[in-house]
């Protein structure tokens, strides 16, 4: 949602250019109004139920993703790369990875 909100900004877009209005509105696309706009252009279905990415599998939240960049792309001309399917063993494996985890969710406990 960064990438697109920074394009909407460095491009001048506001809500107009989301919602296809001729006239600008001067209201700002921030992070939270893009991924709701998303999640209506992009829906996640279970069970017959539209749900959010907090509710979404690892699979779900995935394709989501894959669609938002998808959309980003046809819709917006926003190209957002690949995700770096090989990150894991650029950083140095689990071992290394764990430790910044913990810090960032306050579970670093001596």
């Known amino acids: 949602m960064t990438m697109i909100e920074q394009a909407f900004a460095d491009n001048g877009w506001d809500t107009s250019y989301?919602?296809?209005?001729?006239?600008?509105?001067?209201?700002?696309?921030?992070?939270?109004?893009?991924?709701?706009?998303?999640?209506?252009?992009?829906?996640?279905?279970?069970?017959?139920?539209?749900i959010t990415l907090s509710k979404m599998s690892i699979e779900q939240a995935a394709k989501f993703f894959d669609d938002c960049r998808n959309y980003a792309s046809?819709?917006?001309?926003?190209?957002?790369?690949?995700?770096?399917?090989?990150?894991?063993?650029?950083?140095?494996?689990?071992?290394?990875?764990?430790?910044?985890?913990?810090?960032l969710l306050g579970e670093n406990k001596k």
């Open 18 to 50: 989301l919602l296809r209005l001729d006239k600008e509105t001067g209201i700002a696309c921030d992070k939270d109004l893009i991924y709701e706009y998303l999640c209506n252009v992009c829906p996640v279905y279970e069970q017959g139920k539209r």
């Open 74 to 103: 046809s819709q917006w001309q926003i190209c957002i790369p690949e995700p770096d399917k090989e990150w894991r063993s650029k950083v140095g494996g689990i071992d290394n990875i764990l430790p910044v985890a913990n810090i």
